[in-house]
């Protein structure tokens, strides 16, 4: 059978109000971003909000950008084009989305350390508008989601819903049940998800989920052999790449995800299971202080023009 919209309602009384109408994003940075024009896409409206009128602009610009992209590659239509940014609203006022059925928290913070506290100051503003129905979720992965909903008033609403990088083309998110996640909550949830083409996996409650701790250890593990003068970032990546069938080496997705990003998890990791395999290699931390990001900025292990890959940053015998 196929699905409708009326499918994806919480319980009865949205069944009888319609549906899944719309969807607030909250923090809407490259991520942020996918996600957006991905739920819009799916024929959903989207309001995302963010910091101020001129980022707003901004992120406008980028998303037509990213679409002029995806034309390019005869991927979309100027017609689906202007389908997809008919049903998108930016704003900087919470008051835009007190009608959303589902909240995507997916905020982004330069600020060394972990970000729970200031997510927190969200889910609380976020319950402050929205309806006692609407399901609040945040793309998290080193952070616990029961932590995060411990702040509302109806934390049984508070689902984790982590988007891997990058989200436009990976075809799974990771589902994560908080302790107090009621089964409505969590299944509205997998059902919005399986609405916008992605398949589901359920995680058990734990930093780092399954993507995250998996694919930290692999860098770092990479990093150690480029320290050993096993071999040269591009052959690593390579290796990885053509011998296991991975779309990206490790150096080549750190720095798509943002060595900023991946330091972060990695303390987040290291602070919560103490582990050796957890504490961040010192290449990502001198590349981080030195404000190599990755394609973001530029220059990661690799440097980069307009996000396209030029050549190798750094080389194992200018680190040995």
Not at 103 to 110: D, R, Y
Not at 149 to 159: D, F, N, Q, T
Request: proline share 2%; hydrophobic share 35%; aromatic share 6%.
């Amino acid at each position: 059978m196929s699905e409708v919209l009326e499918d994806y309602a919480l319980h009865e009384k949205l069944q009888r109000k319609g549906s899944l109408q719309q969807v607030g994003i909250i923090g809407c940075g490259s991520v942020g971003q996918e996600i957006t024009r991905i739920v819009s896409r799916a024929g959903i409206d989207v309001i995302f909000i963010d910091v101020t009128d001129e980022r707003v602009t901004e992120i406008f610009l980028s998303i037509n950008q990213q679409l002029d992209e995806i034309i390019d590659r005869w991927g979309l239509t100027e017609s689906e084009k202007r389908a997809i940014l008919s049903r998108i609203k930016g704003t900087t006022d919470y008051n835009d989305i007190r009608n959303c059925n589902l909240i995507i928290e997916t905020i982004s913070s330069n600020k060394p350390g972990s970000s729970i506290e200031l997510r927190k100051d969200v889910f609380r503003k976020i319950e402050d508008y929205v309806s006692v129905e609407t399901v609040i979720t945040s793309n998290i992965s080193t952070l616990m989601i029961s932590e995060l909903a411990s702040v509302l008033k109806h934390p049984e609403r508070a689902v984790g819903l982590h988007f891997m990088v990058p989200p436009s083309t990976v075809k799974i998110v990771e589902v994560v049940k908080g302790l107090n996640t009621n089964q409505q909550s969590y299944e509205f949830v997998c059902r919005f998800a399986n609405m916008i083409g992605k398949k589901v996996i359920t995680v058990n409650e734990s930093p780092g989920n399954i993507s995250t701790r998996l694919i930290v250890t692999l860098i770092n593990e990479a990093c150690e052999a480029l320290m050993e003068g096993v071999a040269q970032i591009e052959s690593i990546d390579d290796t990885m790449k053509f011998g296991y069938g991975l779309k990206f080496g490790p150096f080549e997705l750190a720095d798509r995800i943002g060595l900023d990003k991946i330091l972060k998890y990695m303390d987040n990791l290291y602070l919560e299971f103490g582990l050796q395999k957890f504490k961040a290699s010192p290449i990502i931390k001198r590349l981080v202080r030195a404000n190599n990001l990755g394609r973001k900025t530029g220059k990661g292990f690799y440097t980069y023009e307009n996000e396209k890959k030029t050549g190798q940053n750094i080389t194992s015998t200018e680190i040995r």
